[in-house]
C-alpha cells in the first residue's frame, strides 16, 4: 500500500513536469543516492530522512513547488558527493551563484580543491549550445569537440 503523501507528492510532481515540459530528476538524484550511500552512510541517512520528512510533505502540503523542492534536493546530493560551490550556467554559459533553482540554467556543483568533475544537478528542458560545452567539458569530462 502507497503512503498517501508519497502518493500525493508523485502526483504533484508529475503535474509539474507535463505543465513545464521539465525532465523527471527522480532517476538521476536515485543514482546520486546510491553513489552517495557507498560514499558515506551516515550523508546517505540524512538525505533519506529529508527526502521522507521534508521534500515529499512539502510538496503533498503545498509548501513547495515539486520542481524546485526536487532541485533543492538534488542540490542537497551534490553537496555532499562534492563539497564546494552551487553555480548556474545561464544560455549564454556564464556561470552564477546559485540562488535558487531555475529552470532555464544549468545547475553544477563545482568541487573544491584540486580535482573532480562537476556533479549535474539541474538541467534546462534544452540546453543552449553554450550549456551543452560546458556540461560536456565539466560533468563529462570531454575536452575536444564533436566531429
Do not use: C
Given at each position: 500500500?502507497s503512503?498517501p503523501?508519497t502518493?500525493?507528492?508523485e502526483?504533484?510532481?508529475?503535474?509539474?513536469l507535463?505543465?513545464?515540459g521539465?525532465r523527471?530528476?527522480r532517476?538521476f538524484?536515485?543514482?546520486?543516492?546510491?553513489?552517495?550511500?557507498?560514499?558515506?552512510?551516515?550523508?546517505?541517512?540524512?538525505?533519506v530522512?529529508?527526502?521522507?520528512?521534508?521534500?515529499?510533505?512539502?510538496?503533498?502540503?503545498?509548501?513547495a513547488?515539486p520542481?524546485?523542492?526536487?532541485t533543492?534536493?538534488?542540490?542537497?546530493?551534490?553537496?555532499?558527493?562534492?563539497?564546494?560551490?552551487?553555480?548556474?550556467?545561464?544560455?549564454?554559459?556564464?556561470?552564477?551563484?546559485y540562488?535558487?533553482?531555475?529552470r532555464?540554467?544549468l545547475?553544477?556543483q563545482?568541487?573544491g580543491?584540486k580535482?573532480?568533475r562537476?556533479?549535474?544537478?539541474?538541467?534546462?528542458?534544452?540546453?543552449?549550445?553554450a550549456?551543452r560545452?560546458t556540461?560536456?567539458?565539466l560533468?563529462?569530462?570531454?575536452?575536444?569537440?564533436?566531429?
Amino acid at each position: 500500500m502507497s503512503n498517501p503523501i508519497t502518493a500525493e507528492a508523485e502526483k504533484k510532481l508529475e503535474s509539474a513536469l507535463k505543465a513545464h515540459g521539465a525532465r523527471d530528476p527522480r532517476e538521476f538524484y536515485r543514482e546520486r543516492l546510491r553513489d552517495l550511500k557507498e560514499a558515506d552512510l551516515e550523508a546517505y541517512e540524512r538525505a533519506v530522512a529529508y527526502y521522507r520528512d521534508t521534500l515529499l510533505p512539502s510538496i503533498a502540503n503545498e509548501k513547495a513547488e515539486p520542481l524546485d523542492a526536487w532541485t533543492e534536493y538534488g542540490r542537497r546530493l551534490a553537496v555532499a558527493l562534492a563539497p564546494g560551490r552551487t553555480v548556474r550556467v545561464d544560455a549564454s554559459g556564464k556561470a552564477h551563484p546559485y540562488e535558487r533553482p531555475s529552470r532555464t540554467d544549468l545547475v553544477l556543483q563545482i568541487p573544491g580543491g584540486k580535482g573532480g568533475r562537476a556533479v549535474l544537478v539541474a538541467l534546462p528542458s534544452e540546453l543552449s549550445r553554450a550549456q551543452r560545452a560546458t556540461y560536456d567539458v565539466l560533468v563529462s569530462g570531454k575536452t575536444r569537440a564533436p566531429g
